[in-house]
């Protein structure tokens, strides 16, 4: 024989002495509103399945905005519609507390719809309770996504309409068509028999959620007598009898047998060991080598351009990784967005011995062009006595100033000669160095390693930079 | 010390990991999107934990529940999705929910454009959400403080328990530079008042609703005084030679680098200019300006936008001294030769 003991569950308090005034023993629900039952019914299995302290419920924007008046457990308040988004983070945080998502219709099925379904979708290890009252109870009985046809509201003074709402949403259903939730379900709150089946399915969601850290997802649907304008036992008739027969009862999808469950573990780096995950690489450099470039007083300010694909971007990051190497002021800035994704594509460097203001180069010392439309595009910008560095087995139309120093170098022929077409921007950084006189040779050709992510191409990439020296060489 | 060249929207996942941040929730949008791709390699070999959530409203919503939970957190977006974050910023500042938002800015309104813009001050430095509520927002110039000052935030994020904005704009994001890794944290704050899931934590409440107008009265005014505080006590800028100014150029971002630029050829030119680059945009360093105001002929407010920062310059100036605005828009970055030239018309 069970006995019933009269008092409330551990996890409901007392005496609501969060709430505002001063009579701390009624709740803020109306006379049979649904929302007071199903705290109570969570409540006591938080209590007993013993994890009342680790349990963290978020509260969503509407009428059980104030849950953490009565809930004894750690509480959060959400924006309205994103207790599942803020649910999310909170078990993240911590994977072995108990995360409860509570939402009304409004809050879930309307304003929050995104974050239901993804929050659903990721099988986020937390319980959502929902509850249907077919209104919005808190702003003063708006229509709300789950309201039935014909239902008046304050919205929709004749009654829902087809041809101007749609129909009411069933998101019970729409959940459980997804393929991670572990457990769907709705119930009602509508009878002594129907809220005992209730009940059942509030501590099943969370041992799903406390044994394998599933999602589960519990539709209840509940009475809102005061914006249904009905007196509470009318109210809960409408529940069992027009409500129920649209949202129909019962099991939507339940994989709880099989679900293997989710991991709870989480395993930070303690922070001293984050340097060491972060691709920090010392770089060793000859100090004593790069003075005799550092001293020097320069500003080069390199435009580097041609189709996206032959590498203009990284030719413009290794100048400046070396540049970098040499203690240099060094900045690089690419021409970012859509006209990247239409096949040109370029980049700015600016490498100097003195602070680097803006690194936009709109008349560059040095200009790299490595198809024709770089050319045409910008040898008019190039600052007098500067230079250009084309790739001359693509570009037969030679620049027409002769107030530059103009380098042609069939950069693609060599780097096809060496096997791949892809370091003809190598060879071009080969020149540079070895016609600027910007770099140490030495350091270039030691640290490309440590530039390139191919760790493979490190040796075709040296013998790239060696070709565009010699051809410099060659030149004189 | 170990020198890496990274874009700064990279360097700043770096100083956030580095300053202890353990969870990143975001959405992809340009030119903000690297930092989402450096979360997403680096958080996970951490054990720390990347969500690319639905939405920018989802991921600061996410934000506010692992800020909740005690976590540094952080997320980043640009224009359209700092808009989407604003209700849930305004909720973090009312919760008082230490986080940290990083803003890259884009041309607007609407969609606008990914060129670089700094149109969202107002929406940054104003609150940009609903109610009475300040953000501190950090405006780095380069790829170090991007780094530097993203760790920054959090400390400021936890001492004020404060939304804390790192605001940046398209370049200072793209760019690379090179960028001195800094030592991490030696520990992050245990945040007592946290919902953790735990038997210490389970009585506390977090929430940013006070229906009794008496209690929300004084919860403003509690935000009201942190402000304060934060206005005496945090206040960065950085000055470059301004002692003996006629014209001192006010600037943030990439418009300071620029002006920078424009100050050193006019010295060249024997023009006696000079820069004010805040590096807090909330806190303004309005005294500074104040102080400048007394001695210098004019103010050069250079922005890329339709001149939102010259409104706090002119409130920090009280009509003394003109306040002029050299501004792009439309993604443009000024030249420091266009900034010259308006000088050089001013002065004339
Ligand atoms: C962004 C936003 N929009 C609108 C509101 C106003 N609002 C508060 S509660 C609510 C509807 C709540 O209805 P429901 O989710 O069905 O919950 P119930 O009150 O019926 O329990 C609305 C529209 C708000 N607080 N925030």
Known sequence: ?476 | MAKQFLKGNEAVIKGAMLAGCTAYYGYPITPASEIAHAAAKYFPRAGATFVQAESEVAAINMVYGAAAAGERVMTASSGPGISLKAEGISYCAGAELPCVIVSIMRGGPGLGNIGPEQSDYNQLVKGGGHGNYKNIVLAPNSAQEMCDLGMLAFELADKYRNPVIVAADGFIGQMMEPVVIPEPVKEVPDKKWAVKGTPETYKNVVTSIELDFHDLEIHNQKLQKKYAIIEEQEVRYEEYRTDDADIVLVAYGISSRVAQSAVNELRSEGIKAGLLRPITLFPFPKLKIKELAEKINSFLVVEMSNGQMIDDVRLAVEGKKPVHLYNRMGGFVPTAKEVREKVITIMR
């Open chain 1, 1 to 476: 024989m069970s006995k019933t003991i009269l008092r409330k569950p551990e996890a409901f308090y007392d005496a609501f002495t969060r709430k505002a005034g001063d009579d701390f023993l009624t709740t803020t629900y109306c006379p049979g509103c649904g929302h007071g039952i199903l705290h109570k019914l969570v409540a006591e299995a938080l209590e007993d399945f013993g994890v009342q302290k680790k349990t963290m419920f978020v509260s969503p924007v509407g009428c059980s905005v104030f849950a953490y008046y009565y809930m004894d457990v750690g509480n959060v308040q959400a924006a309205h519609g994103r207790a599942p988004a803020v649910a999310t983070a909170l078990k993240r945080s911590n994977p072995e507390s108990v995360v409860i998502s509570y939402q009304g219709d409004g809050d879930l099925a309307a304003i929050g719809g995104a974050e239901i379904l993804n929050a659903a979708n990721r099988g986020e290890g937390i319980t959502v309770f929902f509850v249907n009252n077919a209104i919005y109870g808190m702003t003063g009985g708006q229509m709300a996504p789950t309201t039935l046809i014909g239902q008046p509201t304050m919205t929709t003074p004749l009654g829902r309409t087809l041809e101007n709402e749609g129909y009411p949403i069933r998101m019970s259903e729409i959940i459980a068509t997804l393929e991670a939730p572990v457990y769907v379900d709705r119930v009602m709150l509508g009878d002594i028999k129907s809220i005992r089946q209730a009940r059942k399915a509030v501590r099943k969601a969370l041992e799903i959620q406390i044994e394998k850290n599933g999602f589960s997802f519990i539709e209840v649907l509940s009475a809102c007598p005061s914006n249904l304008k009905m007196t509470p036992v009318d109210a809960q008739k409408w529940v069992r009898e027009v409500l129920a027969d649209y949202f129909p009862l019962g099991v939507k999808k339940d994989i709880s047998a099989t679900f293997p469950g989710k991991s709870k573990e989480r395993h930070l780096l303690p922070l001293s060991e984050i340097p060491t995950i972060l691709d920090i690489k010392e770089s060793k450099i000859n100090k004593d080598i790069i003075q005799n470039f550092s001293g020097k007083d320069f500003h080069e300010e390199i435009k580097i351009a041609g189709f996206g694909g032959q590498g203009v971007l990284s030719l413009g990051i290794v100048l400046s990784e070396m540049g970098m190497r040499h203690d240099f002021e060094v900045s690089w800035i690419p021409s970012y967005g859509p006209e990247m994704r239409g096949g040109t594509a370029n980049c700015s460097v600016h490498l100097s011995n003195k602070k680097i203001g803006s690194p936009v180069v709109d008349r560059p010392t040095v200009l790299v062009a490595m198809n024709l439309p770089s050319i045409d595009k910008f040898e008019k910008d190039v600052m007098e006595g500067g230079y250009i560095f084309y790739d001359s087995s693509l570009i037969n139309k030679a620049p027409k100033r002769n107030d530059l120093h103009v380098i042609a170098i069939p950069a693609t022929k060599i780097a096809d000669e060496l096997g791949t077409t892809k370091i003809a921007n190598m060879v071009i950084v080969g020149a540079m160095i070895e016609k600027l006189k910007l770099m140490s040779q030495e350091i270039v050709i030691d640290s490309i390693g440590e530039v390139i992510k191919n760790k493979k191409l490190i040796g075709i990439n040296k013998q790239a930079i060696y070709k565009g020296i010699e051809f410099i060489k060659n030149l004189k």
